[in-house]
């Protein structure tokens, strides 16, 4: 028999609309308790008062891009993320990015299923922190 799973707090820092839902549903199902931002700034804001243990962000994102966002989130302390992208291409960029603690990159449009399976390696690193 299984233990009860952690639930994890996420937020997501996605503009628009119809992503926000996919997100939320998705990351629901799979256990996770979801937050969501419209901007970066915004983000930034729930960031520096709430606890969260991973972030979904956008790069492109109103007010602040989501490079700039997690370079202020870096700043705090970092967190793993998500980085969803459909125009990142840009190696140093990317390396960037890495170096301030994004472990995957979702490629948008994204098939659910990438999705779900970033979510599984993403719980499985959230639950070898908590151990």
Do not use: C
């Not at 994890?8 to 931002?37: C, K, M, N, T, W």
């Not at 007010?63 to 370079?71: A, I």
């Not at 994004?102 to 959230?126: G, M």
């Amino acid at each position: 028999m299984m233990g009860e799973m952690m639930v994890y707090q996420v937020l997501v820092v996605e503009d628009e609309p119809d992503l926000q839902i996919i997100y939320r549903d998705v990351l629901s199902r799979e256990g996770f308790e979801v937050h969501l931002a419209g901007d970066g700034e915004a983000g930034l804001q729930r960031v520096k008062n709430e606890h969260f243990d991973l972030m979904v962000v956008d790069f492109l994102l109103p007010k602040m891009d989501g490079v700039e966002l997690l370079e202020e989130v870096d700043k705090l302390g970092g967190r793993p993320v998500i980085f969803a992208s459909a125009v990142m291409r840009d190696e140093v960029t990317i390396q960037h990015l890495k170096n301030m603690g994004v472990r995957w990159f979702l490629e948008k449009p994204f098939r659910l299923s990438a999705l779900r399976s970033i979510l599984a390696e993403a719980r499985e690193l959230l639950d070898k922190r908590a151990a």
